[in-house]
């Protein structure tokens, strides 16, 4: 029985009846925690204001400009705290840039109208015309900076996080590993709807498990356990009376509210808040699989691959010829990879491993635990002294550009299968052959063979589903930094 139906129904007093001093404590602790991170931003902000003003009113030079200057620099904050620039998520991560880029186009608009009938157009003026975009230039470089301050705080000093619902949810919500899942927050305390299975729950680090009964208050438990957001996963047991109930209940204590939506790896670009009558519900654009196979996608990939090509000619020749002195076998490994539409195809790499070692994969496998889905071995007997050093660095797939010339790969996808690793997909796995394979992709910046078989596959799904030209501009940037650093390469 969901709690909905049930006749005795939790407590979600919207009055503010919990005044408690240990309340007053708690909720103190939870604005001085948020107050760790807003002051990174806004000290960022506010240098980054003041700095681009006063350069361009240093150029106006003409006298009486200090109400003009605070004038804009109080509109400025404002407008970026209209747009949400000071909330947790853009605090800490990169959503604060469009928080302080809309908020400098709306003050351009602005001041853009204003010089038509201020008496002191030259300094109007010149603020619009360098203030401003030299203040989102500033704002834009001080809020990546604020950003990475910041997440090391919530690394330090994580947002405690409450789970509520079946364990069920709260499991497939925990997932297999947390401290991807969540970075920046620490689950530290779980109320169960269904006691009795909570067994079943992990051991996690200073976590508390409560049980939740009907008529139990959530607020209280929240502010007892000083968590500073509140996850609903089972949203379904609750309905939406009790939801707008608890929204009330946890105003006064500085308690953020978050709500499972049971649509994981669906990325927030393809999710948009739409109106059934009186109803919200989210409209989930459909994925993208023929934008990742388009036009512009496939013309991109023919310049850089032919730049690529012809500017590493050099590399090469020299690594050729020391493939070829260690052992004097082939320079080049042609292996069979399944692409797009489950259609087979020979990839290009510069051979790593010794000349016979597609012949002993089945034995290595067997004493690997017999697992042949992304086989890989971190010390693989097979690899030559010259391999090591180009596996390293990746460079054994720099041919790979030749593949994503003809079309048979891209330079941005999933990472190209082979036939026995497809024949073990099930459904969902097989959705990622609707797209090229791609040379780099989410799987290789994100802990490449570190990662566990299960994790590599979400995020081939993920980027499947969601491809954008801006993620395809994401992973090719972070693929230098992976490979200078040589990250989970084996």
């Not at 790896?265 to 059934?276: A, K, L, Q």
């Not at 590399?315 to 292996?335: C, H, N």
């Not at 959705?431 to 590599?456: D, F, H, Y």
Request: with cysteine.
């Amino acid at each position: 029985m969901s709690i909905s139906d049930s006749f005795l129904e939790p407590s979600f007093d919207p009055l503010p009846s919990d005044t408690s001093a240990l309340s007053r404590r708690n909720k103190r602790s939870r604005n001085m925690r948020a107050w760790e991170t807003i002051r990174v931003s806004l000290v960022c902000d506010l240098v980054s204001i003041v700095l681009s003003l006063s350069f361009a009113l240093w150029i106006d030079e003409s006298s009486g400009q200090a109400p003009l200057f605070l004038l804009l620099l109080f509109s400025w904050i404002f407008l970026i705290w209209s747009q949400k620039g000071y909330t947790f998520h853009a605090r800490v991560l990169s959503s604060g840039l469009r928080s302080v880029l809309l908020s400098s186009i709306f003050l351009f608009a602005f001041v853009g109208f204003w010089s038509q009938a201020s008496s002191n157009v030259s300094a109007v003026r010149i603020v619009a015309l360098v203030g401003i975009p030299l203040g989102a230039l500033l704002l834009a470089l001080g809020r990546l900076v604020a950003s990475r301050l910041n997440k090391g705080i919530r690394q330090k000093q994580p947002s405690r996080l409450l789970l509520l619902g079946t364990v069920k949810d709260i499991l497939n919500v925990l997932g297999e590993k947390q401290s991807g899942r969540f970075p920046y927050h620490q689950v530290t305390a779980l109320l169960v709807t269904d006691p009795e299975n909570a067994g079943r729950l992990p051991n996690l680090v200073g976590c508390e498990v409560r049980s939740f009964a009907f008529g139990d208050s959530i607020v209280v438990a929240a502010s007892e356990m000083e968590c500073d957001s509140v996850w609903v996963v089972s949203v379904n047991d609750f309905g939406d009376k009790h939801l707008r109930r608890l929204m009330w209940s946890l105003r006064n204590q500085n308690i953020r509210l978050y709500l499972e939506p049971m649509i994981e790896g669906t990325s927030g670009t393809r999710i948009n808040s739409e109106r059934f009558g009186q109803r919200p519900v989210l409209y989930i654009e459909p994925p993208r699989f023929d934008a990742a196979n388009g036009y512009s996608k496939r013309f991109i990939d023919i310049v850089l691959s032919l730049i690529v090509l012809i500017l590493i000619s050099p590399v090469f020749l020299v690594v050729a010829v020391a493939i070829k002195l260690e052992d004097g076998g082939p320079v080049f490994y042609k292996s069979e990879r399944i692409g797009i539409y489950g259609k087979p195809f020979q990839v290009w790499k510069f051979r790593s491993m010794v000349v016979d070692a597609e012949s002993r994969v089945n034995e290595l496998i067997a004493l690997n635990g017999g697992n042949a889905l992304l086989f890989k071995m971190k010390d693989d007997p097979r690899v030559t002294k010259v391999g090591h050093f180009i596996r390293r660095y990746s460079i054994d797939e720099v041919p790979q550009f030749i593949n994503s010339l003809n079309g048979t790969m891209s330079i941005v996808g999933p990472r190209p299968p082979l036939r026995r690793e497809v024949d073990l997909y099930g459904i969902d796995m097989r959705m990622r052959l609707e797209v090229r394979p791609g040379i780099t992709g989410l799987w290789q910046v994100s802990g490449r063979s570190n990662l566990s078989a299960k994790q590599a596959q979400d995020l081939d799904l993920y980027y499947v589903d969601n491809w954008s030209a801006l993620l395809d501009l994401k992973i090719f940037l972070k693929t230098f930094g992976v490979v200078l650093r040589s990250e989970g390469a084996y």
